[in-house]
């Protein structure tokens, strides 16, 4: 045995999936029961997370006779499902999502933010499991609230398994197709190795739910040992940027490893610059029972990681999401910490081509700017980028991109990812002949940026 089992944090996992397949659903399906009961067993809600104790895990899996203990505290759940708080919970490029839920549509197979999906899990190395959603949507399918999936399976009739089987067949052919092995967890005794196992579940009658929080938690903990072992150096990463009534611009950060405190020095990587402040406060919801006690929130001297926590200091303006926080410890020079903090902006930026020629991409956060970058890069893709932007596209951004116009046409283009464009900024785009591609798919904007091209060349 290892004596780090002993002092291991909860593991953190994000929800992904293409829209509609269910993940708030779930979420909201593996925090309810108890909520029902009166009785949250110890479930709190954290800034942009869900705390779930391992007695509460043990609680929901005991029909599942799992005898195995749970070295675990728990489970640390990001609420915000979708690309964005995945691409931010990053640090240094590398991912601080330990495990991540894809979620498919039983009836509906792999959908294009399902491949998304999956090639950001690739890029960034990040272990996953499969909760093939909607069980209950099968043809005559018979309720086994909230019962282990074997057990639900066995309950029902010879067509609705046949439809079953032929359903996730399929899509594992569909998983094979995008160079992924996956099986049904129980069949699946390499775990992680080469692949990927698939839970069936329905979030609306609760099947399979019990399977799919023992399979996370016995996973991270049998192969993430190291990984997830407590380190007092603070790691934590700004997931949102915010302003709040009363509070002015806050960020709501994941504190991965260590302790913050009230007062502690701290500094994050700016738009302008890195940002020096001082914790004014450490925030989280009320407990479960006093939700409804709305737009205030419990404030904390010291908070330990692993946390979904907002912070409110001063100068958080311009704070970027997707950056690292850092704290100013007593022996630390503050010059060191703010180059320390810069380096993120610093990785991104120098992906930029050195020739100068390349199309302008602006995305929402230095997260999902990096991921785009990452794509753009990849042979098959191999689009050249010359300047970069965090945000909406506003007129500047435009005028930017509008350099290219004499260099190289068809590169005077900005590929807008999940970003908004500003009412001004199309109009000089119209004005100047600077295309604009939006999307929220990576790819798509690969697939109309070509189709351009091709027109171009024409
Ligand atoms: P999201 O966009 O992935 O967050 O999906 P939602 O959680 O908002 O769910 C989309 C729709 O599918 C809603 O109408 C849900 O009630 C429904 N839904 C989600 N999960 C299930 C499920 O397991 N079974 C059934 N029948 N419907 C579901
Ligand atoms: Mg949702």
Not at 103 to 108: G, P
Not at 278 to 283: P, S
Request: glycine share 8%; charged share 25%; aromatic share 6%.
């Amino acid at each position: 045995p290892n004596q780090n089992e002993d002092n291991l944090r909860s593991p953190i996992c994000c929800i992904m999936g293409h829209v509609d397949t269910g993940k708030t659903k779930l979420l909201d399906c593996i925090r309810g029961t108890n909520v029902q009961e009166g009785e949250a067993g110890g479930i709190t809600q954290q800034i942009g997370a869900t705390y779930f104790p391992a007695e509460n895990i043990r609680e929901r899996t005991k029909e599942l006779k799992a005898d195995a203990k749970l070295k675990v505290p728990g489970l640390l759940v990001i609420d915000t499902p979708g690309h964005e708080s995945f691409t931010n919970l990053r640090s240094r490029g590398s991912g601080l999502c330990d495990i991540a839920i894809l979620v498919v549509d039983i009836m509906h197979g792999l959908e294009p933010q399902t491949i998304e999906s999956l090639n950001l899990l690739k890029m960034r190395n990040t272990e996953f499991i499969v909760a093939l959603n909607k069980v209950d949507r099968l043809y005559g399918w018979k309720v086994c609230k909230n019962a282990p999936i074997v057990k639900a399976m066995k309950q029902q009739s010879k067509d609705v398994q046949f439809e079953y089987n032929t359903r996730l067949t399929q899509i594992v052919t569909q998983f094979k197709e995008q160079g992924i092995n996956t099986e049904l967890y129980y069949k699946n005794k390499e775990m992680g190795k080469d692949t990927f196992s698939i839970v069936p579940t329905s979030a609306i009658s609760g099947e399979g739910i019990p399977d799919m929080l023992l399979l996370l938690v016995q996973w991270t903990q049998k192969t993430m040992i190291e990984r997830l072992t407590y380190s007092n150096v603070v790691q934590c990463t700004v997931l949102e940027v915010k302003v709040v009534e009363g509070h002015g611009t806050t960020i709501d950060v994941v504190l991965v490893n260590g302790v913050l405190h009230e007062g502690d020095q701290i500094v994050v990587c700016g738009m302008q610059g890195p940002i020096v402040t001082t914790i004014r406060a450490l925030l989280t919801p009320h407990p479960m029972k006093e939700l409804r006690v709305k737009g205030t929130y419990l404030h904390h001297k010291e908070i330990k990681a692993a946390q979904g926590i907002k912070i409110t200091a001063q100068g958080f303006e311009h704070a970027i999401a997707g950056t690292s926080l850092y704290v100013v410890g007593p022996d630390d020079d503050v010059e060191d910490i703010k180059e320390a903090a810069m380096e993120d902006m610093k990785s991104v930026m120098s992906r930029i081509d050195k020739s100068g020629e390349g199309v302008y991409v602006q995305a929402s956060t230095l997260g999902s700017l990096e991921a785009l970058l990452e794509f753009l890069k990849t042979p098959e893709v191999s689009i050249p980028v010359s300047g970069i932007g965090i945000g909406p596209v506003h007129k500047k951004d435009v005028m930017k991109a509008s350099v290219m116009l004499e260099k190289k046409k068809e590169y005077a283009t900005i590929l807008a990812f999940d970003v908004k464009v500003t009412q001004e900024a199309r109009e000089l785009s119209d004005e100047l002949g600077v295309k604009v591609f939006m999307a929220d798919i990576i790819y798509h904007l690969f697939d109309q940026f070509k189709a351009y091209i091709d027109t171009i060349k024409e």
